[in-house]
């Protein structure tokens, strides 16, 4: 195991050398059947990029070096062209990772993708009960739907994960999902991180509070230890180094959570944006020793997992402390230290 996180951990920094885009992520459409209050999206309805351009824009990831790509939405399923997008991927010799709410899954496109030798389905699920998880997506019956296309994915032996974003209402009920995850032989994923709107909403009412946040951390294996202290001359942030997102517009953005466009693949090349674009040249050259003085004096930044495309979509400064990752923090260090006096009694 350890052998392999070292390769892995020499592949990322060769990657960033290089200024290889290893992972890129593409929203082949921003329409979604369903309607959730959390959703980072600001509009459902943009100009839609046509299947060719899809299928030029998969290879172009390719020639650039990427090894791992993530199709995404709004709601994947609603394009007929999915399977042939993600086939030219595969046949490019791409990692293929699905993210969906699996609602309009059926036998025919679940057989489809199961012969494409996806990496992983991940599909949503805010709840195993009914009433709350369809008053979070907004979409009566969505919950049904969602475990009849689980079931379907499964029966075709498809890798699947299940990913849970834990909101103040569902929280109680998160390990419900997992233990139905379990029984599906499914992985699951609980993500406390909401991802603010590209409108600016920060989804303050829904988001976990202090206590909530601190017992999800404690829950964790690695709760009470400490990432790498920061060192000034690491990169600050993956994006542009080995990260980079296509929008279903043919916007080409830092990363999916970067609502900044760096190029359009409709007036240039994937190629000249990945390699010109001044903002990409900008985020490249950034460290963590071009954070603002709040956060580099910050006693708390050895535990802190500051996104600095949230801290964008937060505050406007994406070099200055996000509010969301002050409280991750503060919650890991008191999580920290009730651990240590737990220690200390035993």
Not at 254 to 263: E, H, M, S, Y
Not at 286 to 311: E, F, K, M, P, Y
Request: some cysteine.
């Amino acid at each position: 195991m350890r052998h392999a996180l070292t390769r892995l951990q020499g592949l990322l920094r060769t990657a960033e050398n290089l200024h290889q885009p290893l992972a890129a992520s593409f929203s082949i459409t921003r329409r979604c059947n369903e309607h959730c209050r959390i959703c980072y999206l600001a509009s459902g309805s943009r100009n839609e990029i046509g299947t060719n351009k899809a299928l030029e824009t998969v290879s172009e990831l390719a020639d650039l070096g990427t090894l791992f790509l993530t199709i995404t939405g709004g709601e994947p399923l609603l394009r007929s062209d999915l399977e042939e997008i993600i086939e030219r991927a595969r046949d490019k010799g791409l990692a293929v990772k699905l993210l969906t709410n699996a609602t309009l899954m059926d036998p025919t496109r679940a057989r489809r993708l199961a012969g494409l030798g996806l990496l992983s389905v991940h599909v949503t699920m805010f709840s195993t009960r009914e009433q709350l998880h369809d008053s979070i997506t907004g979409l009566a019956g969505s919950l049904f739907r969602t475990r009849r296309g689980l079931d379907l994915l499964k029966a075709e032996g498809i890798n699947l994960v299940i990913h849970t974003p834990l909101i103040k209402s569902n929280y109680a009920f998160r390990h419900e999902v997992e233990a139905f995850a379990s029984e599906l032989e499914a992985g699951w994923i609980e993500d406390a991180n909401i991802t603010p709107g590209e409108d600016g909403n920060t989804f303050e009412k829904d988001r976990l509070g202090f206590e909530q946040l601190k017992q999800v951390i404690a829950e964790r294996d690695t709760a009470h230890k400490h990432v790498q202290a920061a060192i000034t001359d690491e990169p600050l942030c993956a994006a542009g180094l080995r990260l980079l997102h296509v929008d279903s517009d043919g916007s080409v953005k830092p990363c999916i959570q970067d609502f900044r466009a760096a190029g359009n693949i409709f007036t240039q090349t994937l190629k000249d944006i990945w390699n010109n674009s001044e903002l990409l040249r900008e985020l490249r050259s950034r460290t963590r020793g071009d954070l603002d003085r709040v956060c580099a004096n910050c006693q708390d930044i050895g535990l802190c997992g500051r996104c600095s495309a949230v801290a964008l979509l937060e505050t406007g400064n994406d070099l200055g402390p996000s509010p969301s990752a002050c409280l991750e923090a503060r919650a890991k260090k008191a999580v920290e230290m009730e651990l240590g006096r737990l220690e200390g009694k035993m």
